[in-house]
């Protein structure tokens, strides 16, 4: 099981940048998948999570309206557009696929695993 996030960068603040996860090893269409962030000093958290059909997401209050989670089961893909970014958005941004399938998807870290290396977003002001 592989989960690799890319996309990250260096963006001004109100910039734009879309994340990917590219899954491989397992079944992407029975699984919730999550993204995370960990910025320097801070403890992991979660920032939004998609259900396997794509149908439930849910957000970090922090994100919402500016960040949008989607899915491309066929392309093994899980996206975050992020817009409107912050300075407080920089992170390194984590996928990572929920524990059980078919699962309705939460922010618990703790329900996740595989995270894989994660992508750094950095936002300047």
């Known amino acids: 099981v592989q989960l690799q996030a890319s996309g990250g960068g260096l963006v001004q603040a109100g910039g734009s940048l879309r994340l990917s996860c590219a899954a491989s090893g397992f079944t992407l269409d029975y699984y919730a998948i999550g993204w995370f962030r960990q910025a320097p000093g801070k403890e992991r958290e979660g920032v939004s999570c998609?259900?396997?059909?794509?149908?439930?997401?849910d957000y970090a209050d922090s994100v919402k309206g500016r960040f949008t989670i989607s899915r491309d089961n066929a392309k093994n893909t899980v996206y975050l557009q992020m817009n409107s970014l912050k300075p407080e958005d920089t992170a390194v941004y984590y996928c990572a696929k929920a524990t059980v399938p078919i699962t309705i998807p939460t922010l618990e870290i703790g329900e996740y695993e595989y995270w894989g290396q994660g992508t750094l977003v950095t936002v300047s002001s």
């Open positions: 998609i259900s396997n059909s794509g149908y439930s997401t």
